[in-house]
């Protein structure tokens, strides 16, 4: 089985996670380091500013490691056999090329551009391919509370918002190509559910059912619990999502 939660820095990904990993059946998974954090060391950036001062091309080669990396890790536990839960899905993958695409767009030569445009038709490729292979997908939105910073998660406002648009856009595009009946998705919503940890119950009673527990379930949602519902934002008339 495999879980991936996605959503903007210092949603409560971490949080959820260690939560449900100590409880009796999320001990039965196994999870994957930062494989963003991994490439940024070994390559030597110890900032999100040390990633934006790189060259168009830096950035690509450099983005193409994070994902492989990511991609090689779920790949190697799935062909094991064992149980994954990740703090990150191919969305979020998607979602930062967007957001440091967007920041260059003004300044791109038409040779980069379309070095861009590749890269996204490749990373798109993947991100659908690994998708359908995920269980249970979980989004958290942003604005549940005060994330910590640190060299690697932003406190710009501004950006964060961003970075939250593009990823509920991007849920919302792969459950239509996908498809919701094998693509769950939830959102993660409330504050003190949160922290007592009901989100792990919600989860752990998802997954017993997905290995065969007694309860009936559909692997269209999640089943519900307090602070937790099967749902995703759907675009407005003009292409933006609420």
Same mark, same amino acid.
């Given at each position: ?7 903007? *820095? ?12 100590? #409880?009796?059946? *999320? ?6 380091? #930062? #494989? ?7 390559? *030597? ?30 790949? #190697?536990?799935?062909? =094991? ?20 695409? =967007?920041?260059?767009? =003004? ?63 991007? =849920? ?71």
């Amino acid at each position: 089985m495999i879980i991936q939660f996605t959503g903007a *820095g210092g949603t409560g990904k971490t949080t959820t996670k260690d939560l449900f990993m100590g #409880s009796e059946i *999320g001990q039965t998974f196994q999870t994957i380091p #930062s #494989s963003a954090r991994e490439i940024s060391k070994e390559w *030597g950036l110890k900032t999100e500013d040390d990633q934006d001062r790189l060259t168009v091309q830096e950035f690509l080669d450099f983005q193409r490691a994070v994902t492989e990396r990511f991609l090689f890790d779920v790949t #190697s536990l799935r062909e =094991a056999g064992i149980n994954v839960i990740t703090e990150r899905s191919m969305i979020d993958h998607m979602g930062y090329t967007i957001l440091k695409w =967007a920041k260059r767009s =003004a300044t791109l030569s038409v040779q980069e551009e379309t070095d861009v445009m590749d890269f996204q038709d490749w990373m798109e490729d993947r991100a659908v391919a690994e998708l359908r292979k995920v269980d249970i997908l979980a989004f958290f939105p942003d604005g549940i509370f005060s994330p910590p910073d640190d060299a690697f998660r932003t406190n710009r406002e501004t950006e964060r918002r961003a970075v939250d648009a593009i990823f509920r856009g991007l =849920a919302w595009k792969y459950q239509q190509i996908i498809g919701g009946a094998s693509f769950p998705i939830a959102t993660m919503s409330v504050t003190d559910p949160f922290v007592r940890g009901e989100h792990r119950t919600a989860l752990a009673i998802r997954v017993q059912e997905e290995k065969g527990g007694d309860r009936p379930t559909t692997k269209g949602a999640l089943v519900p619990g307090p602070g937790v519902a099967a749902v995703i934002p759907e675009p407005s008339g003009d292409g933006s999502v609420s």
